[in-house]
């Protein structure tokens, strides 16, 4: 293990010889680098030994596809998981740095959305601690998730150049270039043997160059990788379009071969429909397919054995397409019977689905595959007639079948639905919480239940209590240690040993104080980075997560909106003070989640600026939501907002950060919401709301949109809208005026009043601060099952074949 002496040495050599730099001349920035390089190092050493170990033991591989990673910082994960933080520290300090300031220049890496982006990161970072052979695959994006300010209460997009090209954590590999080919047609024709043999022709190449981030385990003893891809032009590509003598075509197609790794898109939750959006599916499960295939046959030669080496898990549909390259590899390449591809397919493939909402379902128009993928087009005809043609072997008495279950939507515009490829191409099919992977057998896609029930399981999301409770809640982690030992770090389960300590008082005093220095820190950061004072003391209640017209920001809102009305209409006191945080990103194209975000904004200014809510009532839009803020803002929250509507949210996982660190929640029966009541006790959570089976039936008969006409407390709050009272021009929020009166599919006003009372509880409640803080301990004892390592032991031992 490196002592400060050699960090500080090599920091300094690494400051010379790889930046060119002097120390007297380094900004903080150069220290960042120079330490990161540093650390990689170290990295690199357990890499290589881990690589050995995992080839000697001949362990099954888990690869795990997805778009998106949402990996935050690094560097302090880094050092804590390789157990390299105090020495680290402590060089930096020697020479003359402060800790905080040289982690703070680290950019977030923000290749992610928001859940599903988050939940890849957690995840590799549990398969590496549970000492999983496994790697995570996805694009290196040279523009993450935009960044956000508000102009005038409305959001602005710019984007985020998070400087991937000279990340220290990175390693490229030019060496290892994979060729990719798209467009072109098909031409029919037989082999010698007088078998159908199509000829992919006239395609184009794209280039894939691999990027490795050293993923490390707990305890440093396992050092994984994610592998990024980047895409570049090929070559020799051009040069057969420049001897044509077609110069700018040959310069255009460069740069759209160079775009497909520009940028991720902004929009989750929500269909595309961009051609290039389909080209980065496709690209990512081409270059991975090349991987894994060079991987097995480096060391088998047998390819039916590929499924005893191999574990494919696909991170929701968007790269559902591996299953239909395996099986373009298998089958044109391999020359294996389609029978014996499709077994291995089927047996190496597994399928996580994170939404039940219909608009975020994958389809893509049949023409557009002809375009850009004609040989996998005829891959999935082919699929969809043979599955077909076994459902109606099966259950000839049941011919209505065959329309819902086909692999092609017919009505309208011809479209593949891709939810249904990954469903008959794997041989699990999970969901996220417990509620979720039951609305997936009844209400999503109950007729692939009805045929083949053994497919479907359930493996709740977690998160790391790495970075979401030892990185981020030092304080909390102290007290943990000194509590349970050191064990908890690895085994969460821990936790609920804190139980019996719920009756001590110093230790409840404890927990107080943790909580009221994270909140000391987060208001040191609010002002400095929003020039706005805040009381420590007061209430926190937060909701940050993608803003969506399910997760109801507005009906947060619309509460704050009522308590301010109390106070200045009805001179109503609040019985405690109350802070309203709210952060979150709109997708650009989303337009009623941007005026959200704008009537936040304006109610935040209207209520701050009014001296009668002074020392009761506050409202802030925190900007530019991601990772390293979620990890202020979640250690010093007292309320967490989980309040969508039942059914909407497939899990949430913020939820679950926020339990972990002592917050209560208020929140529906939606998602894991009810297994992190479950486990911290009823008594311990403020639920409200309808449940999902009650929302069905109101939106069956439309009565929630009577609400607004029967409820004077409702229509008041509502009518404050469009009064001008937030803004002066009064049609501004109209649209969320005629959306909540007229159509409010996410049910609002049906839950306002049961919203209301329990809001009015918690502030009770938090009058009683001993109380509160003892369910506060409670929370943080319930949730040791929260943890990712027990999803990923999960999904290992049901799904991969994999122990751990
Ligand atoms: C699809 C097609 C084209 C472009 C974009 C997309 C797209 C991108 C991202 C569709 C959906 C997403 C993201 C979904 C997501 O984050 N889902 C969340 O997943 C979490 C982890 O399981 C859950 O906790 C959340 O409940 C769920 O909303």
């Known amino acids: ?159 985020d150049d998070w400087h991937s090209t000279h990340s220290p954590w990175l390693i490229d590999h030019h060496s290892q270039l994979m060729l990719i080919p798209i467009g072109g047609h098909i031409e029919e024709s037989e082999d010698i043997d007088g078998n159908y043999n199509p000829m992919w022709m006239d395609w184009r190449v794209i280039v894939g160059v691999p990027h490795d981030y050293f993923v490390t385990g707990y305890g440093g003893k396992t050092v994984n990788k994610l592998r990024l891809y980047s895409a570049a032009a090929s070559d020799s590509f051009d040069v057969h379009i420049f001897n044509r003598g077609d110069y700018l075509r040959a310069v255009s197609q460069k740069i759209a071969s160079e775009n497909i790794s520009k940028i991720l898109y902004p929009a989750d939750e929500i269909q595309s429909g961009k051609e290039l959006r389909l080209t980065q599916e496709y690209f990512l499960v081409a270059c991975t397919l090349r991987d894994i295939f060079q991987e097995f046959t480096d060391k088998s030669d047998d390819i039916t054995a590929l499924p005893d080496a191999v574990a494919i898990q696909l991170n929701d549909t968007h790269p559902a397409l591996a299953i239909v390259e395996m099986m373009r590899i298998l089958v044109d390449e391999h020359r294996l019977d389609w029978d014996a591809a499709w077994d291995i397919t089927q047996k190496t493939c597994a399928f996580t689905n994170h939404t039940l909402m219909p608009e975020a379902l994958e389809t893509w128009p049949v023409t557009l595959f002809e375009k850009l993928l004609p040989r996998h087009l005829q891959i999935i005809y082919e699929i969809n007639h043979r599955f077909l043609a076994d459902v109606a072997e099966k259950w000839p008495d049941r011919p209505e079948l065959l329309a819902s279950l086909s692999l092609f939507e017919e009505r309208g515009e011809k479209k593949i639905r891709m939810a249904h490829l990954a469903i008959v191409g794997s041989h699990k099919v999970n969901g996220v919480a417990k509620l979720h992977s039951e609305l997936i057998k009844q209400d999503l896609v109950p ?18 209590p790495r970075r979401w409770i030892q990185q981020a809640n030092t304080q909390l982690a102290t007290f943990l240690t000194r509590q349970l030992g050191a064990g908890w770090v690895t085994d969460l389960d821990k936790l609920q040993r804190l139980k ?76 405690q003070p109350k802070v309203h945080l709210f952060s979150g990103k709109a997708a650009p194209g989303y337009a009623m989640a941007k005026l959200i975000i704008q009537l936040i904004n304006e109610v935040a200014r209207t209520v701050n600026n009014d001296p009668r809510t002074k020392g009761q009532l506050s409202v802030l839009f925190l900007e530019d939501y ?25 899990s949430g996982t913020s939820n679950m950060k926020f339990s972990m660190n002592g917050a209560l929640t208020i929140g529906t029966m939606d998602g894991a919401n009810i297994e992190i009541r479950d486990a911290v006790g009823a008594e311990n959570f403020y639920l409200f709301g309808a449940t999902a089976a009650e929302i069905n039936t109101h939106r069956a008969t439309g009565s929630h949109n009577q609400i607004y006409h029967s409820n004077p407390v409702i229509r008041e709050t509502v009518d404050a809208l469009v009064s001008g009272r937030f803004n002066l021009d009064k049609s501004l ?3 969320i005026y005629r959306m909540l009166t007229e159509g409010d599919h996410y049910c609002h006003l049906l839950d306002f009043d049961s919203y209301r009372l329990a809001q009015h509880q918690v502030l009770t409640d938090f009058s009683q601060p001993q109380q509160w803080h003892q369910k506060a301990l409670l929370n943080i004892a319930g949730m040791g099952s929260f943890s990712s390592d027990r999803t990923i032991k999960g999904y290992a031992s049901e799904i991969w074949g994999i122990t751990c």
Do not use: W
């Not at 994960?77 to 800790?99: R, S």
């Not at 928001?114 to 939940?119: D, H, S, Y």
């Not at 404890?510 to 980075?529: D, G, M, P, V, W």
């Open 500 to 575: 019996k300590l719920a009756n001590d008082s110093g230790v409840v005093e404890e927990i107080q104080s943790i909580k009221l220095h994270n909140k000391q820190a987060l208001c040191r950061l609010i002002a400095s980075r929003q020039g706005i004072k805040v009381d420590p003391l007061a209430m926190f209640d937060s909701q940050v997560k993608r803003i969506h017209e399910y997760k109801r920001q507005l009906l947060n809102v619309l509460h704050v909106i009522h308590l301010y009305l109390g106070i200045v209409e009805s001179g109503n006191t609040l019985i």
């Open 626 to 650: 991601k990772v390293s803020l979620a990890e202020h803002i979640i250690p010093a929250t007292d309320l967490s907002e989980q309040i969508s509507t039942a059914g909407t949210e497939a």
């Open 733 to 735: 929020f109209q649209p």
């Open 447 to 464: 007729n692939f239940y009805f045929i083949s029930p053994e497919k479907f399981t359930n493996q709740t999301n977690g998160v790391t």
């Open 1 to 159: 293990m490196p002592g400060v002496e050699e960090i500080k040495n090599n920091l300094i050599s690494k400051l010379r010889y790889s930046l060119c730099l002097d120390l007297k001349d380094a900004t903080h920035a150069d220290i960042f680098n120079a330490l990161a390089l540093t650390i990689r190092d170290f990295q690199l050493d357990s890499f290589f030994a881990t690589k050995h170990y995992q080839k000697e033991a001949k362990s099954k591989r888990l690869y795990y596809l997805s778009m998106e990673f949402l990996l935050g910082q690094s560097l302090r994960n880094n050092l804590m998981n390789l157990g390299l933080y105090p020495a680290a520290h402590q060089a930096l300090n020697e020479l003359g740095f402060d800790f905080e300031d040289i982690t703070a220049e680290e950019p977030d890496a923000a290749l992610g959305n928001g859940g599903l982006g988050r939940l890849a990161a957690c995840f590799i970072d549990s398969m590496a601690t549970l000492d999983i052979a496994a790697s995570g695959h996805g694009i290196k994006y040279e523009y993450g998730l935009f960044k956000q300010s508000i102009q005038h209460g409305r959001q602005v997009e710019q984007p």
